[in-house]
């Protein structure tokens, strides 16, 4: 897949906050995911949905970073929310102006004292859009 690295929000290189971010949060948005007609326009939504969390992230210490495919494409515009020795989340069914969910839920993330994301206090779209959680390594047996 071509990478459009005029686009801003297409570059994994640009952090929004400080590296360490709160508890070490990640935000990882899938930047070539296609919108829900299937278009194969520049920027990609999920190029947008990226630039939309860094815009929403301004002033919080929050990493956002992209990758080109989270390979959840029957689930449309993508993100994961990682965290260091936590759990991590993985949510699709989202838009190009979700970037606001993923930062409340990034932050509630940043808070939890057990490494999981709570229920409550979650958005809507990422109750809804939960696709997979992946326990951290050191919890396998």
Not at 46 to 66: P, Y
Not at 114 to 137: E, Q, T, Y
Request: charged letters at 30%; one cysteine or more.
């Amino acid at each position: 897949m071509e990478r459009d690295s005029s686009f801003p929000a297409d570059r994994a290189d640009l952090p929004s906050g400080d590296d360490d971010g709160p508890a070490g949060v990640t935000v990882i948005v899938c930047s070539s995911c296609r919108d829900e007609t299937g278009s194969d326009a520049h920027p990609r939504a999920g190029a947008l949905l990226a630039e939309d969390t860094r815009r929403a992230a301004s002033g919080e210490k929050i990493n956002i970073r992209t990758v080109e495919c989270l390979g959840n494409c029957k689930r449309r515009l993508s993100a994961a929310l990682l965290r260091d020795g936590c759990w991590s989340y993985v949510f699709g069914d989202l838009d190009a102006t979700s970037g606001t969910d993923l930062v409340t839920c990034a932050k509630l993330f940043a808070t939890s004292t057990d490494g999981l994301i709570p229920w409550r206090g979650r958005p809507d779209s990422l109750k809804r859009g939960l696709v997979a959680r992946i326990p951290p390594l050191d919890l396998l047996k």
